[in-house]
């Protein structure tokens, strides 16, 4: 039935499969700033001391720590063709070990995929299908993200904090920033931060005191039809487990059947050429 059709968003596919995110990253892919000369494009920046201390704090303390694993609940909007939002929970395990590897368990109502990265290969592994794909990717867990997001169009969840210098990935993102104010979020007293980009407006809550984590993440897809949101809460930081090499190796079904990748770089070269007179 065509009120049962839904709009995917980047934020829906982000979730979903996370390369389903379009913008999965959101402040990295969704609210990537246009390729103009400099003195054309480069927006007025006005972000608080406090807001970018806290925001570079934050990121420093990720940016330190050689491996950590987090989990993710997740709330978002998807969108039927009538414009009606239908909220949707999903959540997200993630380990990471700098510099080369890591690896995801997402959950959702609309099906379960998860990802490997073991210094070599990225694997997507999607269970409900029984399918899966393996890419080789550049040396490296931000070459192999750069390489995810521009060539097969897919973005792992919450990938700017996988990223070696989150703070470095997410201030380009903002234009204009400001303190909100504390409030608690599972019980943690937080900073509540609120940035507004080009595409995206983006709200981040950073624990207060000595851990600086981010424990809240709030992105407003503004210039979509009906403005949906993804709103995912992080708990259970560890940052003293250490996981072996084969923890991040694909771990596959014997019946899992392998595709490819369709990449995103040629599919738009495609369409064009198919538009070209």
Known sequence: MKQNQRMRHPGALALAGLLICAGGGWATAADKPASKPAAESAPEVAIGAQVDQLLRQMGDYLK?????????????????????????AASDDISVRRPDRFRVRYRTDVGEKRFWYDGKNFTLLDEAHGTYAVEQTPAGIDATLDYLIAQLGFTPPLSDLLYSDPYAILKPHAVFGFHAGMSEVGGMPCHHLAFVGKNVDWQLWIEDGKLPLPRKFVITYKTLPGAPQYMAVLSDWDFATHLPDSAFSAALPPKAERIGFLKAAVSARKEQAKKAP
């Open 64 to 88: 330190s720590a050689k491996e950590f694993s987090v989990h993710v609940d997740v709330l978002y909007d998807d969108l039927l063709a009538s414009g009606q939002k239908i909220q949707l």
